[in-house]
Every structure is written in structure tokens, then in C-alpha cells.
């Protein structure tokens, strides 16, 4: 059974960090483009970054220059460095996992960024 668990999310203040972690088990890790995607209150599901087995990342612009998105093979997993964070960022963060038809969903980490 494939199991997504993400971590580090919270509380902080704008223009703070934070770093999201996803570890993944029962699967094989580095087949797999990994991604962080977030949704908002009364908003859709919408991609923040994407990161390939072979390292090739895609970010949205509302995050780039921001945030940075990165994969540990060796511990299966994936992260997401968040850095001048804006109250916009304010979410429910998920880690994807994606093989050609097969996708799986983390339960999501909120973020929360408030002063």
C-alpha cells in the first residue's frame, strides 16, 4: 500500500520560511514525479511544483523565486523550501505522487501565514 505522510507545516509570520517534507512508503520512490500542489478556502486544488525522477523541476509563478521543491531519493522524499511566504500562500498542502496512470495523495499539511 502506497502511503504519502507530509510534514512541517504550521504557523508563520510573512516574508518567514518554511519547509514541507513528504515521505513515501510501499512504493518504488525515484519512479516517481512528485509534486506539491495546495488549496485554499472556497478555491480549487491548484499545482505549486513539480519535481521529475530525473531532477527537472516546474514551479507555478505565483511561487517562483519562492519556493524551491527538491527530492531525497535515498529516504523517499520530497520537499518543499517556502521562503518569503505571503498571506496568499495560506493553504492546505498536499504531496502527489504520479507514474504514468497511477496517482497517489498525501492527507495534507496546513500552512497557515499570518502575522
Known amino acids: 500500500q502506497v502511503q504519502l505522510v507530509e510534514s512541517g507545516g504550521g504557523l508563520v509570520q510573512p516574508g518567514g520560511s518554511l519547509r514541507l517534507s513528504c515521505t513515501t512508503s510501499?512504493?518504488?520512490?525515484?519512479?516517481?514525479?512528485m509534486g506539491w500542489y495546495r488549496q485554499a478556502p472556497g478555491k480549487e486544488r491548484e499545482l505549486v511544483a513539480t519535481i521529475t525522477s530525473g531532477g527537472g523541476t516546474v514551479a507555478a509563478d505565483s511561487v517562483k523565486g519562492r519556493f524551491t521543491i527538491s527530492r531525497d531519493n535515498a529516504k523517499s522524499t520530497v520537499y518543499l523550501q517556502m521562503n518569503s511566504v505571503k498571506p496568499e500562500d495560506t493553504a492546505v498542502y498536499y504531496c502527489?505522487?504520479?507514474?504514468?496512470?497511477?496517482?497517489?495523495w498525501g492527507q495534507g499539511t496546513q500552512v497557515t501565514v499570518s502575522s
Open positions: 510501499g512504493t518504488i520512490f525515484n519512479m516517481y514525479t
Open positions: 502527489n505522487a504520479r507514474y504514468s496512470v497511477l496517482a497517489y
